[in-house]
């Protein structure tokens, strides 16, 4: 009777066993894929087709956790082999156009910069949904983790509104008459002075794309000695794709240009 009882007990602290070493791996399991804990694309919206430094690149960004669970003889560890990234683009006809790859840095985070060509044609992507799909795979077992995120490409026409800026000294011609002077100063400064003279002047030249509409024009400065005289300052469209500001003093009149400056609105294919 004895005996029975005690092939029982080994019996049962056997299952027992068996089922903590069971419970063991699957925890194990359960934790030994790597871990996506963050995966950024900025901007998801962005226009691929003109290159002129608005929104034509994606930023992609994440950060893993390498550090993966492990059981050994029925006691817990830690496996701390790196893991391999690829991070893959694909159109709505899950081609391929761009990939990036390497090996996980879970203390400084992963970053690729995607110029939004074609890796193949060296093209920008046609206008379209995206999908950028970040794997991790844990080089040690194998097991892998994935995330996705959606990007669109587009075209668009926009209204931009553009402001071009000119120093004092920054001229595309000056002029003046006998007893009038022109100084300038490393400040950027203009210095326009009549002394009884009939003018001292300076033009300021501005290019514009053809379709600009809307301009404004200013110019920003200190008038000095003296009363008798004028200081004049005009703007004109002298061609579609040029402007020009004047600034002129007569007589007796002085005045000091810091900075001129033309606004103009025009649209901008994006």
Known sequence: MMRKLALTLLALAAGTAGLVAQG???????????????????PSTFYPTVRDGYRDSVAFQFQS?????????????????????????KNSSGSVVARNSGNTDMYEGNYWSWNTKNQSTGRPVA?????????????????????????????????QRV????????????SHSSSCYIDSYWSGELDLDC???????ANFGFSLPSN???????????RGCCDNGRVIKTGSR??????????RVTN???????????????????
């Open 252 to 270: 007796w009149a002085s005045y000091t240009v810091r900075r001129v400056s033309v606004s103009y609105t025009h649209a901008v294919r994006r």
């Open 195 to 201: 002394w009884g003279g009939t003018y001292a002047q």
């Open 212 to 222: 600009a509409r809307n301009l404004t024009w200013a110019v920003s400065g200190e």
């Open 238 to 247: 002298t061609s579609p794709t040029h402007y020009n500001v004047r600034v």
């Open 163 to 174: 402001t071009k800026t000119r120093t004092g000294t920054e001229t595309v011609s000056r």
């Open 65 to 89: 956790d390498d550090t993966n669970t492990t059981v050994d003889e029925g006691v817990y560890g830690y496996d701390t082999s790196p893991s391999d990234y690829t991070l893959v683009v």
């Open 24 to 42: 063991g791996t699957a925890q194990a399991d359960e934790y030994s894929a790597p871990q996506i804990n963050s995966f950024t694309a900025s």
């Open 127 to 159: 206008v379209g949904t995206y999908k950028a799909t970040l794997t991790l795979v844990n080089s040690a077992t194998g097991e892998h983790t994935s995330a996705t995120r959606t990007l669109y490409a587009k075209a668009a026409t926009i209204n």
